[in-house]
């Protein structure tokens, strides 16, 4: 059984920092891509940025050059690194991992992000 635990949510200033952690627990196989998704009040779930195991990265347009996603593979680890950040950007902030060897997908409990004007 997989499970993902978030951190680092919170409440932030617009033009913040905030930095997001899920770690990954379980039998994952080595090949695997981590991302985060968010979720805005009445809006869709969004990709924001996924990080292959080799270490390939994808970005929405909306965070390229203040969001970076990194990972830690020893640990099963991905991060966000937040900057700049925006009202807008205020949402529930989801971890996702996709499994390469099984295909299933896990999704973490997710952490609020909420940026004041």
């Known amino acids: 059984q997989v499970q993902l635990v978030e951190s680092g949510g919170g409440l932030v200033q617009a033009g913040g920092s905030l930095r997001l952690s899920c770690a990954a627990s379980?039998?994952?196989?080595?090949?695997?891509?981590m991302g985060w998704y968010r979720q805005a009040p009445g809006q869709q779930r969004e990709l924001v940025a996924s990080?292959?195991?080799?270490?390939?990265?994808n970005y929405a347009d909306s965070v390229k050059g203040r969001f970076t996603i990194s990972r830690d593979n020893a640990k099963n680890t991905v991060y966000l690194q937040m900057n700049s950040l925006k009202p807008e950007d205020t949402a529930v902030y989801y971890c996702?991992?996709?499994?390469?060897?099984?295909?299933?997908?896990?999704w973490g409990q997710g952490t609020q992000v909420t940026v004041s004007s």
């Open positions: 996702r991992l996709f499994d390469g060897g099984t295909g299933f997908h896990y």
């Open positions: 379980g039998s994952i196989f080595s090949m695997n891509v």
């Open positions: 990080i292959i195991s080799s270490g390939s990265t």
